[in-house]
């Protein structure tokens, strides 16, 4: 199970804004946000493809999976210590890797399938969906960025630091 050390470089890096820094450090080269479709079957094909890519981007190593407690949906692992993030929301935050990341939570969820929060052991990308968005911010290595840009069954847009990050037809609270 994590610990607050495994998440303190979100949480000093991400700020109270609509940026894309609301979700995502300003440590990588590149972001997006990724929309999560409306209809069930969609979304599952959704979360496959971007761990997909996701794992096609990052080297053999542990993950981590984060799942926040809305209290409206059930908690992974609810008896765990938890870690706080963002505007101190409660995670549950377990290492494991891209199989679990696609079998941990219902995928009927609204919220789409996927942990809320996903990072592989170095570091080197970020994916976060928060509490009321309908869609997932993402950082990483261009590379990455573009072959989310590129994926035909993502709605994927680029976000530059400073730009409200909120995808056209969405509202950001």
């Keep these: 199970m994590g610990t ?11 700020t109270l804004d609509r940026t894309i ?12 946000t990724v929309v999560v479709p409306d209809e069930v079957a ?33 908690v992974v692992f609810p008896d765990v210590a938890m870690v706080t ?15 679990q990341a696609a079998t ?5 969820s609204w919220r789409g399938g996927l942990p809320d929060v996903i990072f592989p052991a170095d570091r080197s990308w970020l994916v976060s969906t928060l509490w009321d968005d309908d869609w997932r911010c993402v950082g990483g290595p261009a590379p990455l960025i573009n072959a989310l840009l590129d994926e035909h ?5 680029a976000v530059a630091l400073g730009e409200d990050a909120t995808p056209a037809g969405h509202t950001s609270f």
Excluded: C, M, N
């Design 4 to 14: 607050a050390a495994d998440v303190a470089w979100i949480a000093r890096g991400t």
């Design 21 to 32: 820094t609301s979700g995502i450090p300003s440590v990588f080269v590149a972001y997006a």
């Design 42 to 74: 969609d979304r599952v094909a959704q979360d496959r493809a971007l761990l997909a890519l996701l794992r096609a981007h990052t080297a053999d190593q542990p993950w981590w999976l984060g799942f926040l407690d809305t209290g409206a949906e059930d």
């Design 85 to 99: 993030l963002y505007a101190g929301w409660r995670y549950v935050l377990v290492a494991a890797g891209p199989e």
């Design 104 to 108: 941990l939570k219902d995928p009927s």
């Design 153 to 157: 069954s993502l709605q994927t847009r």
